[in-house]
C-alpha cells in the first residue's frame, strides 16, 4: 500500500484524509467518554497519547509515523476537550448522564 501512495504521489493525500478520520473520531469519543466517565476518561487520552507516540517513533513508514503521531496529539487535545466538554454539559448543551454521580463542581 505504501508503495502504491508513493509511486502515484498519493501519500499527502492520503495522510490527509487519515488526519481527517483521526479528528473525526476523537469527537465523539469526548463526548462519550465524559458522559460515561466523566474528567477521569482524561487518563485514558494520556496513555492513548503516549502508546502512539511510541509507536510513531518505532514505525518506519512515513505515513505510519505521520499518522500514530496525529492519534497522539489528538489524544493531547482530547484532555482539553474534556474539560471543555464539561462545561458545555454545565450549559445544559449536552445531557447529563443520570446514572453518574456528579460532584459539587457540576453544580450551576
Known amino acids: 500500500m505504501i508503495q502504491f501512495l ?16 483521526i479528528i473525526g473520531v476523537f469527537h465523539p469519543l469526548v ?13 485514558g487520552f494520556l496513555v492513548g497519547a503516549a502508546v502512539a507516540g511510541a509507536a510513531a517513533l518505532a514505525a518506519d513508514s512515513v505515513f505510519w509515523q505521520a499518522v500514530l503521531g496525529v ?20 450549559k445544559g448543551w449536552f445531557p447529563r448522564n443520570p446514572n453518574r454521580r456528579y460532584d459539587s463542581s457540576y453544580e450551576l
Open 31 to 43: 463526548i462519550k467518554g465524559e458522559y460515561y466517565w466523566g474528567v477521569k476518561c482524561r487518563w
Open 6 to 21: 508513493e509511486q502515484y504521489n498519493l501519500m499527502g493525500l492520503a495522510i490527509g484524509l487519515a488526519t481527517f478520520l
Open 71 to 90: 492519534t497522539a496529539f489528538s489524544c493531547l487535545w482530547s484532555i482539553h476537550e474534556v474539560n471543555q466538554q464539561r462545561e458545555r454539559v454545565k
